[in-house]
């Protein structure tokens, strides 16, 4: 029973039997809804403000408020991509230049609590608290997978921060998440999805941490603030050293020929995997290369993506390389 003019209509005939079926259909469209169970990738994770989050990410809105309203110095520096994209890479590269290419650095990846903070994870079991994070000496390193008004401290307009984010072609992020989510199966995220209802999940932006077809553009639409660097993971592929020059220039550390080729050297997904074999974090060292999705992605798929990347690119100049 749906509008006023049916509920008049039955109003001539018998009230009663107008209940009767109002109750009939709303048990309906219950027991309907119960037929159709949400997947355990989406019941064991949390939606904040419409994003999906694992839950190891703090959904207290006194927290959140904090985070909002972090005072952020001109030297703090966020790599913040969304998932898939790079994230450790570029935050390896990042504590590479902040320290001269060091050789402790080379041996190891960078460590969260100790080189990075991660804002969206703060005050949660086993994760510093924004107090500590406030007393951290400069230069203070950040990461992690914030929409751009979603920022710490806000957005990088109202900051004198600076923020370095990496975005890479929709194909292989949704390919690289799918492989993450089935291993990080042990820690919060539960993916119990095939690859087929995955990629519809991710069309969807039913994912954790968001949407990439609204992740991106946003960034995008603000690539030319002067705090802002807009990276391609495909671009970085290309020629690494260019892309760690771009880097240092931005964060205004000028390092020599040497030190750049040795940081070279130290960010190829082959030396990094060498150098993590005592890290925890090795689930992020995967194929690292462009066009992994060929070996995923139906013709259907494929061209299913393209669809919804044609419309959300359209008209911005943003595109992607995809081989
Ligand atoms: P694949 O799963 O396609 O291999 P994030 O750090 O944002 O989670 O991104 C992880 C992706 O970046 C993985 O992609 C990983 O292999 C890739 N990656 C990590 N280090 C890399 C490197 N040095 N060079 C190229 N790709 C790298």
Wanted: proline residues 6%; hydrophobic residues 35%; aromatic residues 14%.
């Amino acid at each position: 029973m749906c509008c006023h003019a049916c509920i008049q209509y039955y109003n001539n005939y018998e009230h009663d039997k107008v209940i009767t079926q109002l109750v009939y259909i709303y048990k309906q469209s219950i027991r309907m809804s119960q037929k159709r169970a949400l997947p355990s990738y989406i019941t064991s994770q949390h939606n904040i403000d419409g994003i999906l989050n694992p839950k190891f990410i703090s959904a207290d809105p006194e927290h959140i408020e904090k985070v909002n309203n972090f005072p952020l110095r001109p030297d703090d520096t966020f790599v913040t991509c969304y998932p898939k994209s790079g994230t450790h890479w570029l935050m390896k590269i990042v504590l590479l230049i902040v320290n001269n290419g060091d050789d402790q650095y080379v041996q190891r990846a960078p460590q969260l609590f100790n080189d990075y903070q991660w804002f969206e994870a703060a005050g949660m079991p086993g994760y510093p608290g924004l107090d500590k994070i406030h007393d951290l000496p400069s230069p203070r390193l950040f990461f992690g997978h914030q929409y751009y008004s979603r920022l710490p401290g806000g957005p990088p307009n109202t900051t004198q921060a600076r923020y370095i984010y990496c975005a890479r072609n929709p194909k292989d992020v949704a390919v690289s998440f799918y492989h993450h989510s089935l291993k990080r199966s042990g820690i919060n995220v539960e993916c119990d999805l095939s690859w087929d209802e995955f990629l519809d999940h991710f069309l969807r932006g039913e994912v954790s941490f968001g949407s990439w077809w609204e992740h991106i553009p946003k960034w995008w639409a603000h690539r030319d603030e002067p705090n802002v660097l807009f990276l391609k993971y495909e671009d970085m592929k290309k020629d690494l050293p260019i892309s760690i020059k771009t880097i240092s220039d931005f964060l205004g550390y000028n390092i020599d020929q040497d030190t750049l080729q040795k940081i070279a050297q130290a960010t190829t997904i082959e030396s990094m995997k060498v150098n993590s074999v005592a890290w925890s974090e090795k689930q992020f060292l995967r194929k690292g290369v462009v066009g992994d999705w060929k070996n995923h992605f139906t013709p259907a798929q494929s061209e299913a993506m393209d669809k919804v990347y044609c419309k959300v690119v359209e008209g911005t100049g943003l595109e992607f390389e995809f081989n």
